[in-house]
């Protein structure tokens, strides 16, 4: 039985999220994969306890801050498996090397280019630069051992895919395995007030604050529509204080609602449209989520939105990052149009069906680690 040690930064399976949901689901997609975890968290940030419960093919939670020195405490496996590049590649890419077996290599997001963006929260934790420091050398550098050194790279989406391959990645190397959803139910209630809603961390990188402005724009010309913000207040607690002010300066007032965290098997339930705001993506899943629950969905064009919903039979509205007017006129339009509605939802449906299938996702990360074992003997 293959043993696969993950390497996580800040997330599962103690910090909910679009990755770690993700995480969650491929292993429980692999019960005959036995995985460890090693969880890397801020020093100033240890998490309190576990977000999901562990599916039974995990063995063991290793929890350490990050400098600590914690490449010895990576579990022996078969593979080792980081899902960022950062200190999670570094620390796989080192205990692959010592023990001479594979490593792989996942990034859902892209860190280098978050931090080029100007996201250091990309991690997601705030890096903290001790004096003379150089977090983005050492970031290069991370980047830079990773590509060398990984066995398989595997990314979300192929604008991803292509942003690797000029970084360094060999293009051999690089594999676009989509993340996977499972059909939903729609249940959503009919005669209510129309609700649109962001799902997702409330933190910088998903730019609350454009959607919050653009909820402003949609309550200007019509009074019959609510907005709630679906997701974690905690990953960024300062961030969300200010978006929570920034609310109640657009006199939102009950409009609007902080609702926290759901779970994906009821937050469908309670949205007619989910928005996007965010200024860098991989392949969201809560688009894939909403789409397979047949909510259209307003979506940035970053990252892989656009392959994600865009095309001949479209299964959403893409606006430009930062445009609170662009997203709130897509708002308007979708409601104000129930035949749109209808057919970017059957679109959706569609396609995460065809293509996100948890069956299909499962069979390519296997091959992937039956793979680099075949090429390591």
């Excluded at 993950?6 to 995985?35: C, K």
């Excluded at 792989?104 to 931090?115: F, N, P, Q, R």
Aim: glycine fraction near 10%.
């Amino acid at each position: 039985m293959t043993r696969v040690c993950l390497t996580v930064e800040h997330g599962y399976p103690h910090r909910a999220g679009g990755v770690s949901e993700a995480l969650h689901d491929l292993v429980r997609s692999l019960p005959d994969v036995r995985f460890s975890i090693v969880h890397l968290h801020d020093p100033a940030d240890r998490p309190a306890g576990l977000a999901y419960s562990l599916p039974v093919n995990v063995d063991r939670v290793v929890t350490a801050a990050i400098g600590a020195g914690v490449t010895g405490l990576a579990p022996d496996a078969d593979i080792y498996h980081a899902v960022s590049v950062g200190e999670a590649s570094h620390l796989a890419a080192t205990a692959a090397r010592d023990r001479g077996v594979p490593f792989v290599l996942s990034e859902h997001g892209l860190a280098w280019h978050e931090a080029q963006i100007g996201i250091v929260g990309c991690k997601p934790f705030r890096i903290r630069p001790r004096p003379g420091q150089d977090v983005f050398g050492r970031l290069r550098g991370q980047l830079e051992e990773a590509y060398a050194s990984a066995d398989a790279i595997t990314t979300v989406c192929m604008s991803n895919a292509r942003r690797q391959v000029a970084w360094g990645a060999g293009r051999g190397n690089v594999h676009v395995i989509p993340n996977a959803v499972a059909p939903r139910p729609q249940d959503r209630r009919s005669g209510r007030t129309l609700t649109v809603g962001l799902v997702g961390r409330v933190v910088a990188v998903k730019d609350i604050a454009t959607f919050l402005r653009a909820c402003r724009l949609v309550s200007d010309v019509r009074d019959d529509i609510r907005f709630e913000v679906v997701g974690p207040l905690d990953h960024d607690p300062v961030y969300a204080e200010k978006c929570m002010a920034l609310a109640q300066r657009l006199r939102l007032g009950d409009r609007l609602s902080f609702v926290g965290p759901q779970g994906r098997d009821s937050w469908p339930a309670r949205l007619d449209i989910v928005v996007l705001t965010s200024i860098s993506e991989g392949q969201p899943l809560v688009l894939l989520e909403a789409m397979a629950a047949g909510i259209p969905v307003v979506t940035t064009d970053v990252g892989g939105c656009r392959a994600l919903v865009g095309g001949r039979h479209p299964a959403g509205l893409l606006t430009a990052p930062g445009n609170a007017r662009a997203t709130a006129d897509s708002v308007l339009r979708l409601a104000s149009d129930g035949e749109l509605r209808a057919r970017l939802a059957k679109a959706g449906r569609a396609r995460t069906l065809m293509s996100h299938h948890p069956d299909l996702v499962a069979r390519s990360h296997r091959r992937i680690y039956e793979q680099v074992q075949r090429k390591r003997r």
